[in-house]
């Protein structure tokens, strides 16, 4: 642990980068979930990656370029189109497959090739720059702000977007911009922490969240604080055993939903 | 109150309901029936406003001046996703969240109009209780109590019965029908049950051939019409002043 506090000075942006993105994916995590988006937010997360991949091999600034793939993506997965012929899971797993090999694609005759498709998957938390992380700030309080005045409309429209509809609610608009602070924290997140840990942050919160609380503020705290505590553990693990980053986060997710599912059958056994 | 004027609905160039011309009135109790995949949620969809007319025009009036209609949309029950972690409370009080406008919260004023709707429909010792821990019966009167507190003018149900006992669905019944005296709502209902249909409502849509005939009740729930437009033969019967509808066995 010493050693690790010696070494806090070099790893601060790295830190803050990772809390920052499990502090807004962890709470954006409990609309995913809730809405059964999961996979929606998983293809927007690869045609972000299509834009990271564009900016590896031009040598152009990634956010912005990611920021308009994953806007391009959110507006063409949020079309909801009839499903009588097609389901709109099936169209969202073609943009998730073909994102996914344009990205390759893009990087594999580049000058760095596998080292770029590292990136993408599992980013380069430690490559985080004081720029990244005030940008990251300013968008991230921009994404709370918009989740604190439009609190009602986003939870109208996750729970029952034809009551939010019929009761004079414009759920088109609100469902497109509540799509959209999922698709900034994916576009600032993307470069930095990579495609694994942004989809894993945007998903097992919420699980463990669900689990364990019956109320929406205790969901949303619990996500969070498990979300910031993995980062925290992840990245301490990730230093101690000298592994990748985005991994040993994730794996500390899954061993607090290891612990958390154990608890909830106990909690169902005996709810008193 | 809302005025259909030879519309035309369906989904892409594909009609699937031609030739709808008719009006329903206020304070009407109307029923829809049809077999299955008549029109029946074309039809509701349509007068949610939720599908736009291929043809024609669909007018809502209020007082003859054309101002815009207030829908409460009570759906199945099962169309709610039970995984969202919120009290029965908290459910009724979605209904006011577009009276309440941008940017503003809850107020008392909203927690007293949604617990007492609570209590209209029998489930104020339940405002706590978690939505996804209710029975089927106790979901449908918290769904109708959210479509009440938006103080609607028109209610509308999509088979508000389906699922229940016999005696969860008249206690349903008897419980719009109450809604309908003390808020003079207009009703309007899905239902696929012909046996709780004809014992409530006042004018009876039926959708048969791509299109829709209406008319009062007694005029409309004879053994002819629903023979011919269920395809099975049926008798009518009449017990202790309730209507009844049985299909004959062939032998």
Redesign the interface.
């Known amino acids: 642990m010493s050693e690790f506090l010696t070494n806090l000075e070099f790893f601060k942006y790295s830190i803050a980068c990772s809390v920052l993105i499990a502090l807004v994916c962890s709470f954006l995590s409990v609309y995913i979930?809730?809405k059964?988006i999961v996979f929606v937010s998983v293809a927007v997360t690869q045609v972000s990656s299509v834009g990271i991949a564009i900016a590896l091999i031009t040598g152009l600034d990634p956010t912005p370029i990611s920021l308009f793939f994953t806007f391009l993506g959110v507006a063409i997965f949020s079309i909801r189109f009839?499903e009588?012929r097609l389901s709109n899971e099936s169209r969202i797993g073609v943009g998730f497959v073909v994102a996914s090999a344009a990205s390759i694609l893009l990087v594999s005759k580049s000058a760095q090739g596998i080292h770029e498709i590292d990136d993408l998957l599992y980013g380069n938390i430690l490559a985080a720059t004081p720029f990244q992380i005030y940008l990251m700030i300013g968008i991230i309080t921009c994404i709370f702000i918009a989740h604190f005045?439009?609190y009602?409309?986003f939870?109208?429209v996750?729970?029952?977007f034809?009551?939010?509809?019929?009761?004079?609610?414009r759920a088109r608009f609100w469902e497109l911009m509540l799509y959209l602070t999922i698709g900034a924290a994916i576009s600032i997140g993307i470069r930095t922490s990579g495609n694994l840990l942004i989809t894993t942050f945007l998903i097992m919160p919420a699980v463990n969240g669900?689990l364990l609380?019956?109320?929406?503020k205790?969901?949303f705290v619990i996500a969070v604080s498990t979300g910031v505590i993995s980062a925290l553990t992840g990245f301490y693990i990730s230093f101690y055993f000298d592994l990748p980053t985005s991994p040993c986060i994730v794996a500390t997710l899954f061993a607090i939903l290891c612990l958390t599912i154990p608890f909830r059958l106990l909690h169902r056994n005996h709810p008193n | 109150m809302i005025k259909f004027s030879n519309v035309q609905l369906g989904?892409?160039r594909k009609p699937v309901l031609t030739a709808l011309n008719f009006e329903i009135q206020k304070g009407d109790f109307f029923g829809i029936v049809g077999p299955n995949g008549a029109g029946k949620t074309t039809l509701l969809k349509a007068i949610?406003?939720?599908l736009k007319p291929i043809k024609g025009e669909i007018t809502f009036l209020k007082n003859g001046r054309g101002r815009k209609k207030s829908?409460?949309?009570v759906?199945q029950h099962a169309?709610?996703?039970e995984?969202?972690?919120?009290?029965t409370l908290?459910m009724v009080l979605?209904?006011r969240?577009?009276?309440?406008g941008?940017?503003?919260?809850p107020k008392n004023m909203d927690y007293a109009i949604a617990e007492k709707m609570l209590k209209n429909v029998g489930m104020e010792n339940l405002a706590k209780r978690?939505y996804r821990e209710l029975s089927g019966g106790q979901k449908q009167r918290t769904l109708i109590a959210?479509a009440m507190v938006?103080e609607p003018n028109i209610l509308?149900l999509d088979e508000p019965v389906e699922g229940m006992d016999i005696q969860g669905e008249i206690a349903i019944m008897e419980l719009i029908k109450t809604l309908q005296t003390e808020y003079a709502l207009t009703v309007i209902l899905v239902c696929h049950d012909l046996n709780i249909i004809a014992n409530y409502v006042k004018t009876l849509s039926i959708i048969h051939n791509n299109t829709l005939k209406f008319g009062p009740i007694d005029s409309m729930f004879n053994e002819e019409t629903m023979t011919k437009v269920y395809g099975a033969d049926v008798k009518i019967v009449n017990v202790s002043g309730q209507k009844a509808i049985i299909s004959k066995l062939n032998n």
């Open positions: 979930v809730l059964r009839s009588r005045l439009f009602k409309e939870t109208a996750t729970l029952d034809e009551m939010a509809r019929t009761s004079g609610i669900l609380a019956n109320r929406m205790n969901v | 989904y892409g949610l406003g939720l829908t409460g949309y759906p169309s709610v996703d995984i969202f972690p919120i009290t908290e979605m209904g969240y577009a009276k309440m941008i940017f503003k919260r978690n959210r938006g509308i």
